[in-house]
């Protein structure tokens, strides 16, 4: 991990989630916007318990947000580019000041620490093949700190899901 980056929550499911906790979290992942009747009736619980449930989850960060997926080609983003970033120097100031500069990008929509060659990969949506250039001649190559970028162009998405329970 770079030094300076954020580590990630641990993945594992608490003790504390039980098998309704699991299908209320599967519902949700699939309609958000399912009121807790619909969720209740069926985990076969009654309204209380399920909005309960719910509210748990939330303050515990296990729900960390709803969300509205959108179609990055209908809004204009239809070109995704994955960039691999290799830092410069690997210190703790050096990571947050990327990650800083990062966040302030609205055209990269996920970043991840990771390892091997890279440091950091980037999803990055933009309208067109001009557009991603001058974000990375004009917004990624000015990142402080940036050492070497590798583009990938999707040609296509086979799988892209938010479901993970």
């Known amino acids: 991990m770079a030094k300076g980056t954020q580590k990630v929550e ?3 499911i608490p003790p504390d989630l039980d098998e309704k ?3 209320i979290l599967r519902i949700l992942q699939q309609h958000a916007r399912a009121t807790v009747k619909e969720i209740a009736d ?3 619980l009654s309204t ?6 719910i509210k748990r989850m939330e303050e515990r960060g296990v729900i960390r947000q709803y969300a509205t997926l959108v179609n990055h080609a209908k809004v204009r983003k239809g070109l995704m580019v994955i960039c691999y970033v290799s830092l410069k120097q690997h210190n703790k100031n050096a990571g947050s000041r990327f990650i800083r500069d990062i966040m302030d990008m609205q055209e990269v929509i996920e970043c991840y620490n990771i390892s091997g060659e890279f440091d950091f990969m980037l999803k990055v949506v933009a309208e067109s093949m001009d557009a991603y250039y001058d974000f990375h001649v004009n917004k990624l190559s000015q990142a402080d700190n940036l050492g070497h970028v590798q583009s990938v162009f999707v040609m296509g998405v086979i799988k892209e ?3 993970i329970v």
Do not use: Y
């Open 10 to 12: 641990s993945t594992t």
């Open 21 to 23: 906790d699991l299908a």
């Open 42 to 44: 069926r985990v076969l």
């Open 48 to 53: 209380t318990p399920v909005h309960e449930r």
């Open 161 to 163: 899901t938010h479901v």
